[in-house]
């Protein structure tokens, strides 16, 4: 839930156990995917996980865990993280990913941000898949630096796109806007308005990848213009792709935003306590009705379950999830 350093790390047997419960709950909700599909990506982020102090501990786990299903699905772990790990740890924990997403921050002090770039080299030596995301910081102390920044990897043919920020640090000038031009394109910036939180109008989603919002891909877009009501009363699939395990509390959620339940209230879906019965739940409506449930939006603002499919019925959303179920 952030930067918090006044709370102790999560437990590792903890984390171990709701690892388990998350490959389990996964293999279910693959049974009801064409094999396409079958594709998980697992995003380890906090707060920065690398600072726990077992963390190559637990990155060694994913695989272990991982066995006895690597043949039924496909799994791609990924790290979002500020790169700011020792040289010898770095190298471990990058026997356990098979791609890297790197944010940097430039309000960080100058020998974080050396680590970064160091660490940064070696996944490109590896040849580890990786991104960089940059935070486009607008304060006038950060500004110049994340411009200089994206400059930096585009000389040097880095991976990297711009990210602009949510909440209330997501807000930019006229200036910032006609300087972003260098790193977007314009139509993609219409929708920012002045000195208003950018997470209001639109959603950038995941730094920058581009999203279709009408079923023509040649017309994707990297920043997703939504009205005052985001995408409430609509049906949602972000269940059937999204699932999020907070291992300090030790709670599942759609997903890191989205926190629509079954029963269209808000809330975690399950705990680690009564996971196992959550997931045996979905095996049922599975082999019932052969396809996972889906949601229907109570909430206001829709973040990082953006990308999810999703109609304003549910026949339309139906139709839509043949692309990737079994059955509709």
Known sequence: MGHDNSI???????????????????????????????????????????????????????????????????????????????????????????????????????????????NLEHLIDIKKEYDVVVLMYPHEDHWDECRSFLRYCKTNNINARP????????????????????????????HIKPDAKVSADGRACCGGRPLCTNGNLKTAQTLVPRGAQGYKGWFCSANQFFIQGQNVTGEYFTNKDCHVRLDQTRGPIATIDNMTEYTDRMRRLITKNGAPPILKCVQDNCLCGTCAPKATTPERLQEIMKIYNTTN
């Not at 790390?9 to 388990?20: A, G, N, R």
């Not at 990924?78 to 309000?107: C, F, P, Q």
């Not at 209330?168 to 314009?186: A, M, Q, T, W």
């Open 8 to 118: 102790p790390h999560p437990e590792y047997d903890k984390s171990i156990v709701m690892l388990k419960q998350l490959y389990e709950y996964t293999d279910v909700m693959m049974s009801a995917k064409k094999n396409h599909a079958r594709d998980a990506a697992m995003n380890m982020y906090g707060g920065e996980a690398i600072f726990h102090p077992r963390f190559v501990d637990i990155a060694e786990a994913t695989s272990r865990e991982y066995e006895k299903y690597s043949d039924s699905w496909r799994l791609r772990r990924r790290l979002t993280t500020n790169g700011t790990a020792t040289e010898k740890n770095w190298k471990k924990i990058m026997d356990h990913l098979e791609g890297v997403t790197m944010s940097y921050h430039t309000y960080g002090p100058p020998k974080l941000k050396t680590l970064f770039k160091k």
């Open 163 to 190: 990210r602009l920020l949510d909440g209330g640090k997501g807000k930019y000038s006229e200036k910032h806007i006609d300087e972003l031009v260098e790193f977007f394109r314009p139509e993609d910036l219409n």
